[in-house]
């Protein structure tokens, strides 16, 4: 296993799957996530964007170490340049890696904001919140607020600074902007910037590609629990003729201000996942050999693909 | 039949900052609106104002210049911002979805609801999947007006522009009214044909 000192975060051949019960006292495996390979390297922002049951949120609870008892993960986790084991994931989760979890439901309904933000830092950095929840626009008295007198977009920018607060060298940032304005989420982006200049990491796992774009270097294309693409954040603002899977394609395609077309059919299930690219069974470029066996992941233009039909010939674009 | 707000006042408990002061609103059936505002000016306690979730300290909420019925399934349904928040935990999804009225086979295909998830209970979907159970169940019963509270923002694009696109179709086919509440200025110009501020 050959290993790089320079990046913070590196995961190979990443597999996740879950034991489950089916009838009675049978079981079975289902896998949600299958041959991940993510680099994270200090000073980058790195995004994970992707179809929603995609196993992005699986993908931090996994680095995290916070899965549940019946998940099996194999391949290789390594955090500067160690692997990266259960007792390991312990000890830096909350300190080294923190979390910006996903649902606001994650916020403790019995506590104060101020409080929870906190933590059990000490001394308290009461100071550095009041800061924080005033650069993220949050009235002063929010500090004194339960969660359930706080609106959407703000019990999100609380959760945030939860994260904040921590000196993490890698900040897992779920869905940190859902039910922020424009102004609040380029906020919160421009803060994880300015932690990615000061060498820290952040894997900013979203669906507001557009913001994306903007901030992340590097974007990781997320599908059925794969990455299909990696490819840096400036293809994606150049347009489909840049990107080089189909999906990042169609993702491109769907957004509102590029025409808001859906591709057709969904998904594939983990239960039944195609037995050659998972993307193949919507995939209008598709070839026998698409369907039999995975691609492997290949190196074009700066960006790493899963597809066999992408050859990089023309100017790199040979499936529109 | 139109659905209004008339002159609401509204605030969170007895001594709270007013949320909504003297407020009017006002649209249409077939009509869509998008409404956009900076987080935390009251944009889902007018939804949910405007669904009967809650009532105004001053002012009324009228549909067709009556209240909005007390019985039986709402005309004015609301999609939540959460959807992990909008269903029971402890319920199947099956269950969820007749709460809303008799399945519709068509409607599950077009949303992409797998006939599987339908035994399952709400934590083993992803918010994305959730969701659809959301749209279904608010377009399963007769609904004249629909409120679409931040319904996307937790959706990866190419399901938000489905699901959208499904919506659409079926507001345009029952001559519903839309009132979509969303951050994004882009999706608010593709799918209203009025933009308000609050």
Known sequence: ???????????????????????????????????LHLTVRPGEIVAVAGSSGSGKSLLASAILGILPDNATVRG????????????????????????VPQSVAYLD????????????????????????????????????????????????????S????????????????PGMS???????????????????????????????????????????????ETAPAADFKEGPDALRHPYSKALWRALPQNGFTPIDGFQPVAVRLPAGCLYAPRCPHKTAECEEKVPPVREIRGGEVRCYRFTGKNGGCDVS | ????????????????????????????????????????????????????????????ILLGGAPLPGKGACP???????PEKAVNPRWRLEKILAEGGPLRGELLDALGIERAWLTRFPLELSGGELQRFCVARALAGGADYLICDEISAMLDVITQAQIWNVLLAEAEKRGMGILAVTHNRHLATRIADRIETL
């Not at chain 1, 290789?76 to 979390?99: D, F, M, N, S, V």
């Open chain 1, 182 to 228: 424009t102004e609040q989420a380029v906020e919160a982006l421009t803060v994880f910037r300015e932690l990615a200049d000061d060498g820290r990491a952040v894997l900013l796992i979203t669906h507001d590609i557009d913001l994306a774009f903007t901030f992340a270097d590097r974007i990781a294309v997320f599908y059925a629990g794969t990455t299909v």
């Open chain 1, 1 to 35: 296993m050959e290993q790089k000192t320079d990046t913070l975060l590196e995961l190979h051949d990443l597999s996740v799957s879950f034991r489950m019960y089916e009838r009675g006292a049978s079981q079975r495996e289902l896998t949600v996530i299958s041959d």
């Open chain 1, 162 to 177: 939860t994260a904040l607060l921590t000196d993490a060298a890698l900040i897992i940032a779920d869905e940190p902007t």
């Open chain 1, 76 to 99: 290789h986790l390594h955090y500067k340049g160690e692997e990266l084991t259960a007792e390991r994931q312990q000890a830096l989760r909350g300190t080294e890696i923190a979390l």
């Open chain 2, 76 to 82: 004015v349904q609301l999609i939540c911002q959460h």
């Open chain 2, 1 to 60: 039949m139109s659905l209004n707000a008339e002159h609401v006042f509204f605030r969170y408990g007895r001594k709270g900052p007013w949320i909504l002061e003297d407020r009017s609103f006002h649209f249409d059936r077939g009509e869509r609106v998008a409404l956009l505002a900076p987080s935390g000016s009251g944009k889902t306690t007018l939804a949910m104002l405007l669904a009967g979730y809650l009532t105004p300290q001053k002012g009324r």
């Open chain 1, 109 to 160: 309904p019995l506590m104060k904001t101020g409080a929870q933000a906190d933590g059990h830092k000490k001394p308290r950095p009461t100071v550095r919140r009041e800061q924080l929840f005033a650069r993220f626009g949050l009235p002063k008295q929010t500090g004194r607020l339960y969660p359930f007198q706080l609106s959407g977009g703000m019990a999100r920018r609380v959760l945030l």
